[in-house]
């Protein structure tokens, strides 16, 4: 999961204190989302999502779809 979320980053050219920006959470809080030292709460979880247009199973790692689910 994490290295997905970072590779996501990446790919957008956006620096962790964007993300943490973002997500209103310091740059460290960020970075250990990140590293894995530190849980993502579900509310991030679900911002991080909806900020790269994916799926949060996308970023757990469940499957290999990048593409978000259709909204109802």
Request: glycine share 2%; hydrophobic share 30%.
């Amino acid at each position: 999961m994490y290295e997905r979320i970072r590779n996501l980053r990446e790919d957008k050219d956006l620096s962790q204190q964007e993300m943490a920006d973002y997500l209103h959470c310091t740059q460290v809080c960020y970075s250990n989302y990140e590293t894995g030292k530190r849980d993502i709460p579900t509310a991030v979880l679900l911002a991080l999502a909806e900020f790269h247009h994916t799926s949060v199973d996308y970023l757990l790692g469940r499957t290999p779809e990048k593409k978000p689910y259709p909204k109802k």
